[in-house]
């Protein structure tokens, strides 16, 4: 079974502080490592992704980190913001033939910025 | 563009009734998956399609149907629905040879 592992399933964060999500998979077939960001009500959307080639990837104040030989990668957000307040969801992909990745997702974890 | 759209946005069933949950892209997308979202589970797929005439199950099929006759839709049917298959179910698309999956707002599906 594939499993993808995230923690926290919760977190509070005050403004301006760093949110760290973590996230930890199996299988070494894995070779693409998305995040989405989810608000409520609406469907999750791309937020930043990283191929296992690289140990770290920064889009603004997103930055995923990734480490191979233990399996894990994160998601650290800098100065975070009340509106980065969703439900963020990690994943691992994996390539299923017919040009075709199969995601599979991490239980998510729902981040509360405070002012 | 309007993306993905999903329709209803909202249903309420009897245990045993049927309905079709609509999808369709105007991407070109060749790639389309159904995933449903429950509490601290995550998103799970249902059933995915590569293409016009291609579908294949995911992790979670039973209880499911689809099809997939143009590129542009791609509907799942529930046959005889169960209070188990109570969720917010989305779908997704996504262009070959790119990694970018889209999704829909999602339908939430309340089942009595």
């Known amino acids: 079974q594939q499993q993808v592992k995230q923690s926290p399933q919760s977190l509070i964060v005050q403004k301006g502080g760093i949110s760290i999500i973590n996230c930890a998979y199996e299988?070494?077939?894995?070779?693409?490592f998305p995040w989405y960001q989810q608000f409520p009500g609406k469907g999750p959307a791309l937020l930043i992704a990283i191929r296992p080639d690289v140990s770290e990837k920064k889009e603004g104040r997103f930055t995923i980190s990734f480490n191979k030989s233990a399996k894990q990668f994160s998601l650290h957000i800098m100065d975070s913001q009340p509106g980065d307040s969703a439900t963020y969801f990690c994943?691992?992909?994996?390539?299923?033939?017919?040009?075709?990745?199969?995601?599979?997702f991490g239980k998510g974890t729902k981040l509360s910025v405070i002012p | 563009n309007a993306g993905v759209t999903q329709t209803p946005k909202f249903q309420v069933l009897k245990t045993g009734q049927s309905m079709t949950l609509q999808c369709a892209q105007d991407m070109n997308h060749e790639y389309m998956s159904w995933y449903r979202q429950d509490p601290g589970m995550g998103l799970r797929l249902i059933h995915y399609s590569v293409g016009a005439g291609i579908t294949d199950q995911g992790e979670v099929p039973n209880g499911y149907n689809v099809s997939r006759s143009t590129t542009e839709d791609f509907p799942l049917r529930l046959l005889s629905a169960a209070p188990s298959q109570t969720s917010v179910y989305f779908c997704a698309s996504r262009g070959r040879g790119r990694e970018t999956q889209y999704f829909g707002p999602g339908t939430r599906l309340l089942v009595l």
């Open positions: 994943a691992a992909g994996i390539y299923s033939g017919a040009g075709s990745y199969q995601l599979t």
């Open positions: 299988n070494t077939a894995f070779d693409y």
